[in-house]
C-alpha cells in the first residue's frame, strides 16, 4: 500500500521560510512525479508545484502564485519529497498535500496534510 | 490558464436519489481529467481518471463520462458515505488546476 506522509507544518511569521517533507512508502519513489497541492481554510484545492523524475531531470512545474518563493525537490534515496517555502505570506496560509501522481499526470494517491500557518 | 467550472456548488439529495456533477473547461482538455472525493478533515481521494476509468476500489455506482470541454460525474443510488464534497481536475496543461467543488449535502 501506497503511503505518503507529511511533515513539518508549523506557524510562521511572514517574511518566513519552511520546509515540508513528505515520507513516501510501498512504491518505488523513483518512478513516479510527485506533487504538492494546498487547500486553504475553507477552500478548495490549490496545485502548488510538481516535480518529474530522475530520467526528466528531475525538472519542476509550479503555480504563479509561488514561482520564484517555493521549491520543490526530492531525495530518491531517501524515498523523500520536499517543498522549501520562502519569502511566505498570510495568503500561503493552507493544508499541504504531498501527493503521487500518474503518469499522465493526474493526482493519484494522497497524504494525509500538514498545516501551515503564516501569522504575525 | 485552463478554468475549471464545476456545477452546482452544493447539491441536495436523498439516500438513494441518482445525482450528476458537471465539470467544463474553458479549453479543449481531451479526456485528461480526474474527480476525486473529500470528506472534511480529510484528504482528497481519487475516484475517476481519464475521465471516465474508475480507480481500483471505488464502487461501480461512480461514473464518468465527457470529452473536450464537458465533463460529468453521476453517482448512482446514493449511499450515506458518499455524502461529502467532489472536486474535477485538469491535468492536460500546466498550471495543473481543479473546479470549485461540489458539495452534495443530506436532504
Known amino acids: 500500500e501506497v503511503q505518503l506522509v507529511e511533515s513539518g507544518g508549523a506557524l510562521v511569521q511572514p517574511g518566513g521560510s519552511l520546509r515540508l517533507s513528505c515520507a513516501a512508502s510501498?512504491?518505488?519513489?523513483?518512478?513516479?512525479?510527485m506533487d504538492w497541492v494546498r487547500q486553504l481554510p475553507g477552500k478548495g484545492l490549490e496545485w502548488v508545484g510538481r516535480?518529474?523524475?530522475?530520467?526528466?531531470?528531475?525538472?519542476?512545474e509550479y503555480a504563479a502564485s509561488v514561482k520564484g518563493r517555493f521549491t520543490v525537490f526530492r531525495d530518491d534515496s531517501k524515498n523523500s519529497l520536499y517543498l522549501q517555502m520562502n519569502s511566505l505570506t498570510i495568503e500561503d496560509t493552507a493544508v499541504y498535500y504531498c501527493?503521487?501522481?500518474?503518469?499522465?499526470?493526474?493526482?493519484?494517491?494522497w497524504g494525509q496534510g500538514t498545516m501551515v500557518t503564516v501569522s504575525s | 490558464d485552463i478554468q475549471m467550472t464545476q456545477s452546482p456548488s452544493t447539491l441536495s439529495a436523498f439516500v438513494g436519489d441518482s445525482v450528476t456533477i458537471t465539470c467544463r473547461a474553458s479549453?479543449?482538455?481531451?479526456?485528461?481529467l480526474a474527480w476525486c472525493q473529500q470528506k472534511p478533515g480529510k484528504a482528497p481521494k481519487l475516484l475517476i481518471y481519464k475521465a471516465s476509468k474508475l480507480e481500483t476500489g471505488v464502487p461501480s455506482r461512480f461514473s464518468g463520462s465527457g470529452s473536450g470541454t464537458e465533463f460529468t460525474l453521476t453517482i448512482s443510488s446514493l449511499q450515506p458515505d458518499d455524502f461529502a464534497t467532489y472536486y474535477c481536475?485538469?491535468?492536460?496543461?500546466?498550471?495543473?488546476?481543479f473546479g470549485g467543488g461540489t458539495k452534495i449535502e443530506i436532504k
Open positions: 481536475q485538469q491535468h492536460a496543461a500546466y498550471p495543473l488546476t
Open positions: 479549453q479543449s482538455i481531451s479526456t485528461w
Open positions: 516535480i518529474r523524475w530522475r530520467r526528466d531531470s528531475d525538472t519542476t
Open positions: 501527493v503521487r501522481s500518474d503518469v499522465s499526470g493526474y493526482f493519484g494517491t
Open positions: 510501498g512504491l518505488r519513489f523513483s518512478d513516479h512525479k
